[in-house]
């Protein structure tokens, strides 16, 4: 760390408390023994989306959210299991470690869990998402989805009559 007094990189730390959002560092310059004050923050990884039209845009956890909380409206999940998904699906992409990722990949992220979640959720985020143009498509998807069944551990099955 340059001191800010002689311009001299050796400096000491003399004190570090965590603070809200940072660490507060008081430091004390080798050469000049002149004393200063840093703040250190973690700074986010800036991750982009890769539209459809090929903008590129900052990914937004909350639109993310918005997304899948649609889909699960009315649907037996709690808000934390939505706001899990959400940090699993993140947590997913940054551990990509690319600076841009597709549009598609994040819609699939996203299909994944929520087939593993809750099926409806899952369809109705489908139809959106795949842009189903009609009724067959949408038949197709239950037709896959019940063929591959196997209920999600926290979902209520009741006997069909």
Do not use: W
């Not at 008081?26 to 700074?43: G, L, M, P, S």
């Not at 990914?59 to 997304?67: I, Q, V, Y």
């Not at 795949?130 to 239950?142: G, M, P």
């Amino acid at each position: 760390m340059k001191c800010p007094y002689c311009g001299q990189d050796d400096s000491r730390v003399v004190d570090s408390r965590d603070t809200l959002e940072s660490v507060r560092r008081r430091r004390e310059c080798v050469v000049c023994q002149a004393r200063f004050t840093t703040y250190e923050k973690i700074q986010p990884v800036c991750l982009y989306v890769v539209k459809k039209d090929q903008r590129r845009e900052e990914f937004n956890k909350e639109k993310l959210l918005s997304g899948i909380r649609k889909a699960c409206q009315k649907r037996p999940l709690s808000q934390e299991a939505i706001e899990t998904l959400g940090d699993d699906i993140e947590t997913e992409l940054l551990q990509i470690g690319k600076a841009e990722v597709s549009y598609s990949l994040i819609g699939d992220l996203v299909m994944a869990h929520l087939k593993k979640l809750d099926n409806i959720a899952y369809i109705r985020f489908a139809s959106v998402y795949r842009d189903f143009t009609d009724i067959i498509d949408l038949k197709q998807e239950v037709d896959t989805l019940i063929n591959h069944y196997s209920p999600p551990d926290n979902q209520i099955i009741l006997p069909i009559n």
